[in-house]
């Protein structure tokens, strides 16, 4: 009997791929070249679409190099990949996406324990991990929303995150509009010239062009924080950023607000709230940056609208990827919660990692939340009352060193904590 693994991306192909050479069968359903998506034009698996950059390869200042060098201890099949088919790209991992792609294919159809089938899936197995992506099918994206509910949703918009030690504590002020609640806000006040730059510069900036067939599912549910600007001067001023029921703390009313909305419990990161956006990821550092509080302020996450089938995974998964309900099915990919090539293929290792364990009854072993790779896959198994996509940045690990001012010792003490995990990890395996 076979495993199933449903989707040939990166995360279906992390798994199998692990799944095999740790002698588990795997039967690896594609429907590619039978049923192609608009997103995709080769026959091979693992098509790098939106881009050839695998963000930063820093591992020492970079959450982004830091889960790059948490998968290569790990084994991981798309950084042997990526090592194969680099290109020029200073610091970051940047691939050619055509060798990149035929490597992956070649090392999954020439072994032996994984028989590719090309079909699509319309039903969700008993058992399995299913990798299937942005762009599931509608066959199979009705079976999941039948079995999960409402639990599914087809885009994502989300809003900037920023971390706390870069605002500027002085040109905020906490309180709750009308004072309701309990000092969950920071509020960061704009002049009326500040606010009215600000405004200018984000309707003149540089947009993501979207694909043809994400463009509807986006822009049904959310409104990007630049369009509603678009419809003039004030429109903010009277929504995202209104004033009212906010007092300084010299008792005046601001021209407009700002509000900042803690990310995580450890409040070491903060939400943009109302901001999401389609700008271009240096132009939403260069706009929000103009915003007084957040002159300094380091991006953790950037705002993303784009079509991306996506779980209420903390309702749904635990943080080994299996569904609560059926502990031998998983889900692995963008479909869990995890934004990003590199975190997708990251959720389908873990996945299959923690199945072959289940498969053999070996006893399960955790990741801590101290490595990119555990406090990702506790993110997508945590309640959050607003489950957004996450990707990897500093602020979802586990804080520790007490206050370190200088950002750069405090990241390498971080990834040295992050790879002795993985170490450990590794061990217990």
Do not use: W
């Not at 509910?149 to 500027?168: N, R």
């Not at 001023?237 to 607000?257: C, H, I, M, Q, S």
């Not at 991006?299 to 903390?314: A, D, I, K, Q």
């Amino acid at each position: 009997m076979k495993f199933t693994v449903v989707g040939a991306g990166l995360a279906g192909c992390e798994a199998a791929y692990y799944l095999a050479t740790h002698g588990v069968g795997v039967e690896l359903v594609e429907m590619k070249p039978r049923k192609m998506t608009p997103a995709h034009s080769s026959a091979n698996f693992c098509e790098l679409v939106c881009s050839n950059s695998l963000k930063s390869d820093d591992a020492s200042g970079t959450a982004s190099g830091l889960l790059k060098a948490e998968l290569r201890k790990l084994g991981s099949l798309a950084m042997q990949a990526a090592e194969v088919s680099r290109v020029p790209a200073g610091g970051a991992l940047a691939v050619d996406r055509e060798k990149f792609s035929s490597f992956v294919t070649e090392k999954i159809k020439s072994c032996t324990l994984i028989h590719v089938t090309e079909r699509e899936q319309s039903d969700l197995p008993e058992e399995g991990i299913i990798a299937t992506g942005p762009l599931t099918s509608d066959a199979l994206s009705e079976a999941i929303a039948k079995r999960f509910g409402k639990g599914l949703h087809f885009y994502d918009a989300s809003a900037p995150v920023v971390a706390a030690d870069g605002i500027d504590g002085d040109k905020v002020f906490i309180g709750d509009r009308y004072g309701k609640g309990t000092g969950d806000y920071l509020n960061c006040p704009m002049t009326k010239p500040e606010y009215e730059a600000f405004v200018e510069a984000l309707i003149g900036a540089e947009r993501t062009v979207l694909h043809s067939f994400e463009k509807g599912d986006v822009f049904e549910g959310c409104m990007p924080v630049e369009i509603m600007a678009s419809r003039g001067k004030d429109t903010l001023r009277f929504g995202t950023f209104k004033p009212v029921g906010l007092v300084n703390e010299d008792g005046t009313r601001p021209y407009a607000v700002l509000q900042l909305r803690k990310e995580n419990e450890a409040g070491t990161s903060y939400n943009l709230v109302g901001c999401q956006t389609n700008l271009k990821f240096p132009e939403q550092k260069r706009v929000f940056s103009m915003i007084p509080a957040l002159k300094n302020a380091e991006f953790e996450r950037y705002g993303v609208m784009h079509r991306n089938t996506f779980l209420e995974s903390p309702e749904i998964l635990n943080a080994d990827f299996s569904v609560k309900s059926s502990p031998l099915l998983f889900f692995a990919g963008q479909m869990t919660g995890v934004e990003g090539y590199v975190e997708s293929a990251m959720s389908g290792l873990l996945a299959a990692v923690h199945a072959e364990r289940k498969l053999r009854g070996a006893a399960p072993v955790a990741l801590a939340d101290t490595c990119i790779c555990g406090a990702l896959s506790q993110y997508v198994a945590t309640k959050n009352a607003n489950f957004q996509p996450m990707n990897a940045n500093y602020g979802i690990l586990r804080a520790g060193f007490g206050e370190i001012r200088d950002k750069k010792e405090r990241k390498r003490l971080l990834g040295e904590r992050a790879l002795e995990e993985i170490g450990r990890f590794v061990g217990a395996l």
